[in-house]
Each structure stands twice: as structure tokens, then as C-alpha cells.
């Protein structure tokens, strides 16, 4: 039997992780957050806890965490609650939508989350506590890192790389073959299509670089 599962987080990326994790069977017993949620019933049924030390009541062996902060451009809530919680012992699982279609030979990392319609082609690569949120298309032999976030309707072609703390923004699309660096983020309804460098900002239809740190 499955581990039983602690929510991090109380927000909308939460929420739909809670409505999915119904939708698969899951057993969620907690979550922790500063704050109560008050709009999805799902959390009514589950322990409130509002202290991340609260954790200490359970046994790290006895179950998983599922990260649910949001990922938003220049934020790092997310990573920090992945941080703060694995130094502890603690590990989060992977969520999979029924809704999304994932390829047999693709690879998901610990602590993915593929959200509802998303598709994985064949020979793709997914890093560690990455989201690849509703509706989001990898192609083919993609290598996405750890801890990006590839938003709601947004396509990587074939073949594209992403390193890590990588946003694509909702609607945007990276043209096959193209390496995007360490830090970047795609602009929401941007299209790429030009390898991109570590610690970029890049927008608009035909994603000009306008910041670089
Ligand atoms: C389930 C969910 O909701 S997941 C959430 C998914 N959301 C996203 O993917 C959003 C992605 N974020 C963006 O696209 C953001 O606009 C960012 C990160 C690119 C903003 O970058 P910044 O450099 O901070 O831009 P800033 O907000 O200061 O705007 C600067 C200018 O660019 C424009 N601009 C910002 N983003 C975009 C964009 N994606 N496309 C075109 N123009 C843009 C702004 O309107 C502004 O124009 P102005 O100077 O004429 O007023």
C-alpha cells in the first residue's frame, strides 16, 4: 500500500494537487501551511498543521511530502520548501494526472509533477521536482532539469534542453534542438528560437534577451 501523504502548501497549486491526488486514490492525512485553506473541501477532510516544524510528529520512513507551492518566476518558495524538508529526511513523491499521457520511455525524476492533460513523448527526460503544469507538451528526446516549471499550454519541441530553475511561460514554445540555461525564464506566449544563456529573461514573439544578470 501507498504511503500515506503530507501536503506542503495551501494555495492553488496545492488545490489542484489535492483535487488530483483524489483523483488517483491517494491518502492524504496533513498539510502545513501558515494558512488554513478555505476554498476546496478536500482540505476540510485532512490535519491542519500551520508550523513547518510541525513535520516532527511523523516519521520520515512512515511518509512522503508532496510539494505544493506554486512556481512563479523569481520566486524560490518552492526549492526552499524541497530544501528545508529533504535536509530533514523527508521526501516528496511524484504526481502523475490519470489525464496526462506519459511515454513509456520517458523519465520522470523524484518529486515531478505532471498535471492534468499534460503530454511526455518518447524519450524524454524530466529532472527532479519539476512541474510540467496542465496542458504542457515535451517533445520528443527533451532533457528538461531539476526544478522547472513548464506552465500551462506551453511546447518544448523536440529535442530541447533546459539545465536547472528553468520557467517556460504559459503558452510560450522553445523551437526543437535549442539549449536553454541555468535561471532562465521564458516569458509568458514567447517563442524561442535561439539558444538562450544561463540567468536570462526573454519575451515577446520573437523572445529578444532583455535582461541579463
Ligand atoms: C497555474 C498558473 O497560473 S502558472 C503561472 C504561469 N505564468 C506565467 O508563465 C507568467 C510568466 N511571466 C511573464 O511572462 C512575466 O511577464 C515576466 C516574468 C516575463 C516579466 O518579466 P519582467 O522583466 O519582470 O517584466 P515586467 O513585468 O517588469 O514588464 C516589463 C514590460 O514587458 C511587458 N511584458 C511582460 N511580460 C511580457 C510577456 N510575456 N510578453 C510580452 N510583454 C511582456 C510588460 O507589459 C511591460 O511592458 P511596458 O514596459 O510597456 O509596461
Given at each position: 500500500?501507498?504511503?500515506p501523504?503530507?501536503?506542503?502548501?495551501s494555495?492553488?497549486?496545492?488545490?489542484?494537487?489535492?483535487d488530483?491526488?483524489?483523483?488517483?486514490?491517494?491518502?492524504?492525512?496533513?498539510y502545513i501551511?501558515?494558512?488554513k485553506?478555505?476554498?476546496?473541501?478536500?482540505f476540510?477532510?485532512?490535519k491542519?498543521?500551520?508550523?513547518d516544524?510541525?513535520?516532527s510528529?511523523?516519521?520520515?520512513?512512515d511518509?512522503?511530502?508532496?510539494?505544493g507551492i506554486?512556481s512563479?518566476?523569481k520566486?524560490?518558495?518552492?526549492?526552499?520548501?524541497?530544501t528545508?524538508?529533504?535536509?530533514?529526511?523527508f521526501?516528496?513523491?511524484?504526481v502523475?494526472?490519470p489525464?496526462?499521457?506519459?511515454?513509456?520511455?520517458a523519465?520522470?525524476?523524484?518529486?515531478?509533477?505532471v498535471?492534468h492533460?499534460a503530454?511526455?513523448?518518447?524519450?524524454?527526460?524530466?529532472?527532479?521536482?519539476?512541474?510540467?503544469?496542465t496542458?504542457?507538451?515535451?517533445?520528443?528526446?527533451c532533457?528538461?532539469?531539476?526544478n522547472n516549471?513548464i506552465?500551462?499550454r506551453a511546447?518544448?519541441?523536440?529535442g530541447?534542453?533546459?539545465?536547472?530553475?528553468?520557467?517556460?511561460g504559459?503558452?510560450?514554445?522553445v523551437?526543437?534542438g535549442l539549449?536553454i540555461?541555468?535561471n532562465v525564464?521564458?516569458?509568458?506566449?514567447?517563442?524561442?528560437?535561439?539558444?538562450?544563456?544561463?540567468?536570462?529573461?526573454?519575451?515577446?514573439?520573437?523572445?529578444?534577451i532583455?535582461k541579463?544578470?
Amino acid at each position: 500500500m501507498n504511503k500515506p501523504l503530507i501536503m506542503i502548501g495551501s494555495g492553488g497549486h496545492a488545490s489542484v494537487l489535492m483535487d488530483l491526488l483524489d483523483l488517483n486514490g491517494e491518502r492524504v492525512i496533513a498539510y502545513i501551511s501558515p494558512n488554513k485553506n478555505t476554498n476546496n473541501q478536500m482540505f476540510e477532510k485532512v490535519k491542519y498543521l500551520s508550523n513547518d516544524e510541525d513535520i516532527s510528529q511523523f516519521n520520515p520512513d512512515d511518509v512522503l511530502l508532496v510539494n505544493g507551492i506554486g512556481s512563479l518566476p523569481k520566486h524560490n518558495n518552492r526549492k526552499n520548501v524541497a530544501t528545508f524538508f529533504t535536509k530533514l529526511g523527508f521526501s516528496f513523491t511524484s504526481v502523475i494526472s490519470p489525464s496526462a499521457i506519459v511515454s513509456s520511455s520517458a523519465s520522470l525524476a523524484r518529486g515531478v509533477q505532471v498535471m492534468h492533460g499534460a503530454i511526455i513523448q518518447a524519450g524524454a527526460c524530466i529532472g527532479e521536482d519539476s512541474i510540467i503544469n496542465t496542458g504542457a507538451i515535451i517533445e520528443h528526446d527533451c532533457d528538461v532539469g531539476a526544478n522547472n516549471h513548464i506552465a500551462p499550454r506551453a511546447t518544448l519541441c523536440g529535442g530541447v534542453q533546459t539545465l536547472s530553475n528553468v520557467h517556460v511561460g504559459v503558452h510560450a514554445c522553445v523551437i526543437q534542438g535549442l539549449n536553454i540555461g541555468d535561471n532562465v525564464i521564458v516569458g509568458a506566449g514567447a517563442t524561442v528560437s535561439k539558444n538562450i544563456e544561463d540567468k536570462t529573461i526573454v519575451y515577446g514573439h520573437r523572445a529578444l534577451i532583455i535582461k541579463k544578470e
